[in-house]
T-cell receptor, first 113, second 114 residues
């Protein structure tokens, strides 16, 4: 158990809908990262938050947004969903200054039908 | 920007045989290197990391990797594999300063045959 909790484990929805994925980092970790894993793109970095502030952005679509709350949990919001958004979404957390060792949650599998 | 190339998409090996999974990276700055393992229907688990110091790093489950700066490689090895090592293995790199995102290779599927 990595200590990173992601909910829900599975999500099935329709095109055009909006969903929210939730992540609770390991106790004490201030950084949260979101990654997308798909068959064609592999594992891609989406966005990083550090102590509530956006720190870095990757190839995140404009339809996607994220935030980190004062209790350090994070949410990834995906809107106007398309078939191609079907993927496994991972959250990871790390402790600043710890060599950036990232610990991953079990992921949320999103299926857009 | 960094990039990672895992040279083999699939590696079949017999049980108790040695295995090497190859990883090359590209970066203009100093990096940290990682290997993660993903078992079927599970998340990513950290196998080992290179941050600094000794170029030979040991990880969990009997795996080790060697950082070779001149060849920009970080190959993963295990002297004797078990059926339970069947999984997808990912090599990843991040900058040691600045942006901390992980850049992953495409993964190597290790299949252990009895």
């Amino acid at each position: 158990d990595s200590g990173v909790t992601q909910t829900p484990k599975h999500l099935i929805t329709a095109t055009g809908q909006r969903v929210t994925l939730r992540c609770s980092p390991r106790s004490g970790d201030l950084s949260v990262y979101w990654y997308q894993q798909s068959l064609d793109q592999g594992l891609q970095f989406l966005i990083q938050y550090y102590n509530g502030e956006e720190r870095a952005k990757g190839n995140i679509l404009e339809r996607f947004s994220a935030q980190q709350f004062p209790d350090l949990h994070s949410e990834l919001n995906l809107s106007s969903l398309e078939l191609g958004d079907s993927a496994l979404y991972f959250c990871a957390s790390s402790l600043q200054g710890d060599g950036n060792i990232q610990y991953f949650g079990a992921g949320t599998r999103l299926s857009v039908l | 920007a960094q990039s990672v190339t895992q040279l083999d998409s699939q590696v079949p090996v017999f049980e108790e045989a040695p295995v090497e999974l190859r990883c090359n990276y590209s970066s203009s700055v100093s990096v940290y290197l990682f290997w993660y393992v993903q078992y079927p229907n599970q998340g990513l688990q950290l196998l080992l990391k290179y941050l600094s110091g000794s170029t030979l790093v040991k990880g969990i489950n009997g795996f080790e990797a060697e950082f070779n700066k001149s060849q920009t490689s970080f190959h993963l090895r295990k002297p004797s594999v078990h059926i339970s090592d069947t999984a997808e293995y990912f090599c990843a790199v991040s900058e040691s300063w600045g942006a901390q995102k992980l850049v992953f290779g495409q993964g190597t599927r290790l299949t252990i045959n009895p």
